[in-house]
DNA sequence: CCCTATTATGCGCCAAAACGAATAAAATTC
DNA sequence: GAATTTTATTCGTTTTGGCGCATAATAGGG
């Protein structure tokens, strides 16, 4: 079930969650994607000016992907996923 | 019904065509978004470097959203996505 | 508590995004 | 096929990502 990523934030704390579901550090995350540890640190905190390429290749990583659909109305389940 | 975005040049594509279907031109689209006829250019030619930001933008101007979901395997549907 | 693993920050560097402005190239329209 | 709209490309500038490397700051575990 697709999880809402409308804004960086959001979008970092899906990796973050993601990457801890999968028992990975920063570091290790960092390993597997090619990129440091304190990049996957600054995405997960929202960095808005993160490189489209770096976030597809960590969704890549943890094995998820973006799909694009027409907005949806803010659900109730959908206003959990701002924290 | 989510469209499979997994690299630049699909989102690029996906973008274009969500443009066309609102009969927006880059430049139109480029004053919605505040952002440049170019960057859209660049954008919708799957430029991979493009800033989160700047795609979430135009998204959000075209009545779209991303979504993150577990990849899902080549299903015959995502392979036209390609083009 | 202390020690260690983890995450957040800092500095200097290089490459490139996005900008304004302009123009070239391509596609539409008449 | 000329005129016009649309898209791609170029130049110079500013800003920032991601890099290596290093170090704070913050958990967590024993």
Redesign the pocket.
């Known amino acids: 079930m697709p999880d809402l990523a409308r804004n960086p934030k959001q979008i970092g704390n899906l990796i973050r969650r993601a990457r801890?579901q999968r028992g990975l550090?920063?570091?290790q995350l960092g390993e597997k994607t090619?990129?440091?540890?304190?990049?996957i640190?600054?995405?997960?905190?929202g960095?808005?000016?993160?490189?489209l390429?770096?976030i597809l290749t960590v969704l890549s990583v943890l094995d998820l992907e973006f799909r694009i659909a027409p907005r949806s109305k803010g659900t109730a389940a959908d206003i959990e996923d701002i924290f």
């Open positions: 801890k550090s920063q570091t090619g990129l440091r540890q304190a990049t640190s600054l995405i997960e905190t960095n808005p000016a993160a490189t390429e770096t």
